[in-house]
């Protein structure tokens, strides 16, 4: 039986009646990827087409452009996004923020702290 990494597993819930829920690293990465991939403006992830994506890269190739670092049960995020051409990159910015943000704490019971996002790049595909 393979060891846990104590550093890539998070305790969520700990209840003595029912049990524990641990939720992986790379499991938080892939929400955050998905939340950001939904946002009107947003064409990749880490040069992942966001059109048709799941069935292109799978989920595991998508969260690729996501890392994340959690502490004491809290979250850094930190995204690398390729931009539709033509959309406002603050505002679109601030949207991904907000929706990786609340679907990482309403799934995860995790609190985020930073999103933070890199603009790899420019895509003029829609």
């Known amino acids: 039986m393979e060891q846990e990494s104590v550093k890539n597993i998070n ?18 990465a892939m929400i955050a990827a998905l939340a950001a991939a939904e946002v009107d403006g947003v064409a990749a992830m880490n040069g992942n087409v966001a059109n048709g994506l799941l069935s292109k890269v799978g989920v595991k190739g998508l969260a690729k452009g996501a890392r994340v670092d959690i502490l ?55």
């Open 11 to 28: 305790l969520a819930q700990e209840d003595e009646t029912f049990g524990t829920v641990k939720i992986a690293d790379d499991v938080v």
């Open 72 to 126: 004491n049960k809290k979250v850094k995020v930190e995204l690398a996004v390729t931009m539709e051409y033509g959309f406002n990159i603050p505002a679109t910015c601030q949207r991904v923020q907000n929706r990786v943000k609340n679907a990482i704490e309403n799934m995860t019971g995790l609190e985020v702290t930073d999103v933070n996002i890199r603009i790899a790049g420019i895509s003029m595909t829609h």
